[in-house]
T-cell receptor
């Protein structure tokens, strides 16, 4: 059974800092990994999707990497801003279809 | 292009009642998945529909059911509501139902409170 773990559970940083969020998964047989952000009481916003054959994806200040063999992914946020404050979730899509298995999330607070 | 829409956004029900939630996917998306989000269990997969067929099912009791219509819109139903069913129910759609590298897009969710 696939298990996804995110570290740290919470993170508080000053504005402008670069930061890294970590995600690990137990079964490396995945199709892709997706990073989301969730604002309080809201739905999920897709940030980046990394296919299993890729090593990384970039969008603006965000960079996500994937090491399938070791079961790890990182989300790098450059020059953090208060608007980045949210919960960040990683999820893996398994070979069985469109089922996503989520981690518990990292709650990020960026202080002005 | 309109995003995933879910109705209603908020719902209050009493134990023992049943409830139906609706999800309209992004135009052209044929796969619709449902998730339950609670503070204690996080995000858990309920089921996925593609071309009106349930292709995957999570580990939830039979009180949770769903269906998909020919226009890809989906509904989920929960019968005999329990207090533990209080949660944010999220719907996601993707371009295709075959496991691939397509992103899943989530709706705003329906907040269900069972009293």
């Amino acid at each position: 059974k696939q298990e996804v773990t995110q570290i740290p559970a919470a993170l508080s940083v000053p504005e402008g800092e670069n930061l890294v969020l970590n995600c690990s998964f137990t079964d490396s047989a995945i199709y892709n990994l997706q990073w989301f952000r969730q604002d309080p009481g809201k739905g999920l916003t897709s940030l980046l999707l990394i296919q299993s054959s890729q090593r990384e994806q970039t969008s603006g200040r965000l960079n996500a990497s994937l090491d399938k063999s070791s079961g790890r992914s990182t989300l790098y946020i450059a020059a953090s801003q208060p608007g980045d404050s949210a919960t960040y979730l990683c999820a893996v899509e398994e070979t069985s279809g469109s089922r996503l298995t989520f981690g518990e999330g990292t709650q990020l607070t960026v202080n002005p | 292009k309109a995003g995933v829409t879910q109705t209603p956004r908020y719902l209050i029900k009493t134990r023992g009642q049943q409830v139906t939630l609706s999800c309209s996917p992004i135009s052209g998306h044929r796969s619709v998945s449902w998730y339950q989000q609670t503070p204690g269990q996080g995000l858990q997969f309920l089921f996925e529909y593609f071309s009106e067929t349930q292709r995957n099912k999570g580990n939830f009791p039979g009180r949770f059911s769903g269906r998909q219509f020919s226009n890809s819109r989906s509904e989920m139903n929960v019968s005999t509501l329990e207090l533990g069913d209080s949660a944010l129910y999220l719907c996601a759609s993707s371009r295709t139902g075959t496991s691939s590298s397509y992103e899943q897009y989530f709706g705003p969710g329906t907040r269900l409170t069972v009293t």
